[in-house]
């Protein structure tokens, strides 16, 4: 019995999911998109059944989806699949940045297309992502498993990988500016809408800065910090900034 290769700590993230309306308001806000024939990319909060069936046969669409512990019989029949199978690899991918040496590893079956109770899958699939950091000298692991509405006719593995990490990155960009200045991971407001507040907050400075800024968050982050009145002029509060052009 062959497993995914293990290198560090190999875990599924098993967290409880945020409960949040995100559900309810996915669909009405891909209404005025065009998505006909396109990929949607979702998280694990979003693997739902009728959202599944809202893409596919109202939109006619597809979906690539995360699977997680909140459709945890789903999880359990694809972990157990995986686990067992003798499959080699599909697709093996590095990327080198920020730091860090990043291989992606993708299997991917069709095995299990009518046994999952889940509409309109195709192909299942499990990733793992192993990344070695040049600073520590150290290697993280992690294994996500997921499913696609694509048959393979129209996503080879090396397809559903850059999707994947394209979904990621994107995620990823967000979170990876928020904790580097803003040092969010560490925040200690915990209470109630404390949390979703500062966040909101801090989101919406990023979205100022990145919209009026010609030079990078963190180089403007600093300048304004050490400069309060010019935040005022940054956002256009005070009477000497009116009328003036992009601040950068």
């Known amino acids: 019995m062959l ?16 409960q949040t309306n995100e559900i309810k308001i996915a669909a009405p806000l891909l209404a005025p ?43 359990n029949d694809i972990q157990h699949f995986f686990e067992n199978s ?5 697709v093996n991918a590095t990327n080198h940045g920020h730091g860090r040496i990043e291989t992606r590893t993708i299997w991917v079956t069709t095995a299990l297309n009518e046994y999952l109770d889940f509409p309109y ?35 080879k593995p090396v397809d559903i990988l850059r999707s994947n990490r394209a979904h990621w990155c994107i995620e990823n960009s967000c979170h990876y500016i928020l904790d580097w200045n803003y040092n969010e991971d560490r925040c200690r407001i915990r209470t109630q809408y404390g ?12 979205g100022v800065i990145k919209a009026i800024s010609l030079k990078g968050v963190a180089e403007t982050m600093r300048d304004l910090t ?17 009328g003036r052009g992009y601040l950068g």
């Open 3 to 18: 497993r995914p290769k293990k290198v560090g700590k190999l875990r599924v993230d098993d967290e409880t999911e945020k």
């Open 33 to 75: 998109l065009d998505i006909d024939g396109m990929l949607i990319t979702a998280d694990a909060l979003l693997t739902q059944r009728e959202f599944a069936r809202h893409l596919v046969e109202d939109r006619k669409a597809h979906y690539h989806f995360t699977v997680k512990a909140n459709q945890k019989t789903l999880l």
């Open 86 to 90: 003798t499959a080699l690899p599909d």
């Open 121 to 155: 899958v195709a192909q299942v699939f499990a990733i793992q992502r192993e990344v070695f950091h040049k600073k520590t000298k150290k290697t993280s692991c992690e294994l996500i498993y997921g499913i696609t509405s694509q048959k393979n006719i129209e996503a």
């Open 195 to 206: 949390p979703e507040n500062i966040t909101r907050i801090r989101r919406f400075a990023i």
């Open 226 to 242: 050490m400069n309060v009145r010019l935040v005022f002029d940054y956002l256009k509060m005070t009477k000497n900034s009116l």
